[in-house]
T-cell receptor, first 115, second 115 residues
Framework: NAGVTQTPKFQVLKTGQSMTLQCAQD?????MYWYRQDPGMGLRLIYYSASEGTTDKGEVPNGYNVSRLNKREFSLRLESAAPSQTSVYFC??????????????FGSGTQLSVL | GESVGLHLPTLSVQEGDNSIINCAYS??????FIWYKQESGKGPQFIIDIRSNMDKRQGQRVTVLLNKTVKHLSLQIAATQPGDSAVYFCAERANYGGSQGNLIFGKGTKLSVKP
C-alpha cells in the first residue's frame, strides 16, 4: 500500500534552474495538496487541487505552478528556482476537501536546496 | 506549546510517563482540529482529530482535549514509549459560515522520550 509517493527525495538546484516535483496517490482521493516546511516552522500550503481539473492558490504560491495531471497525480513546478525556495516539500491527499473530518495523508517529502 | 521562530519547544519525558503537548489557536471560527506526528525524515502522520462540538476524544493511548473558551488544544499520550519521539503538530480549520478554510498548521513541539 504505497499511499502518497513523491519523487525525487533529494534535489540540489542552482539559482534560476527549473524543476518539477512529482506526486502520485493510489487511494482514489479527490483532493491533493503541496506544502513546504521550513526549519522550526509549521507546514504552509502552496497550492491545492480540490478535485481533478481544478487548482487553487494556498498561503505561499509565489514562484510555483501546479498541474493536476489526472486524479492520481499532482505536480509542482519551480520555473526559476531561488534560494528562498530551499525547503522540504510535502505532497498530501485527502478523500475530499472541506468535508467534516478532513484527514490529510502525506508523502515522505522532497528535500530541495537552491544554491 | 507552539513557538515562534526557529527553535521548537521540546518536551522531554521518561519512558512510561504520560506526555501532554499543548497548542494554542487564535481563530474563534475554527471548528475542526487535528494532530499530526512527524518522525525524523518522514512526512506527517495523522494521530487524532476533534470537532468543536466535542471537548474530548480518545484514541489508542492518545486523548485530545479541546477548550474553546481559552482556544486551547492538548494531546495526551499515555505510557509514552521511545517510538513516540517525534515532532507533533496541531492544525486547525476555520468554518466561515459554511465555507471551509484551509488547514493551518502550528510550528510543532518536539517530544523526546528518555529510556
Amino acid at each position: 500500500n504505497a499511499g502518497v509517493t513523491q519523487t525525487p527525495k533529494f534535489q540540489v538546484l542552482k539559482t534560476g534552474q527549473s524543476m518539477t516535483l512529482q506526486c502520485a496517490q493510489d487511494m482514489n482521493h479527490n483532493s491533493m495538496y503541496w506544502y513546504r516546511q521550513d526549519p522550526g516552522m509549521g507546514l504552509r500550503l502552496i497550492y491545492y487541487s480540490a478535485s481533478e481539473g481544478t487548482t487553487d492558490k494556498g498561503e505561499v504560491p509565489n514562484g510555483y505552478n501546479v498541474s493536476r495531471l489526472n486524479k492520481r497525480e499532482f505536480s509542482l513546478r519551480l520555473e526559476s528556482a531561488a534560494p528562498s525556495q530551499t525547503s522540504v516539500y510535502f505532497c498530501a491527499s485527502s478523500e475530499e476537501k472541506d468535508i467534516a473530518n478532513e484527514k490529510l495523508f502525506f508523502g515522505s517529502g522532497t528535500q530541495l536546496s537552491v544554491l | 506549546g507552539e513557538s515562534v521562530g526557529l527553535h521548537l519547544p521540546t518536551l522531554s519525558v521518561q519512558e512510561g510517563d504520560n506526555s501532554i503537548i499543548n497548542c494554542a489557536y487564535s481563530n474563534s471560527a475554527s471548528d475542526y482540529f487535528i494532530w499530526y506526528k512527524q518522525e525524523s525524515g518522514k512526512g506527517p502522520q495523522f494521530i487524532i482529530d476533534i470537532r468543536s462540538n466535542m471537548d474530548k476524544r480518545q484514541g489508542q493511548r492518545v486523548t485530545v482535549l479541546l477548550n474553546k473558551t481559552v482556544k486551547h488544544l492538548s494531546l495526551q499520550i499515555a505510557a509514552t514509549q521511545p517510538g513516540d519521539s517525534a515532532v507533533y503538530f496541531c492544525a486547525e480549520r476555520a468554518n466561515y459560515g459554511g465555507s471551509q478554510g484551509n488547514l493551518i498548521f502550528g510550528k510543532g513541539t518536539k517530544l523526546s522520550v528518555k529510556p
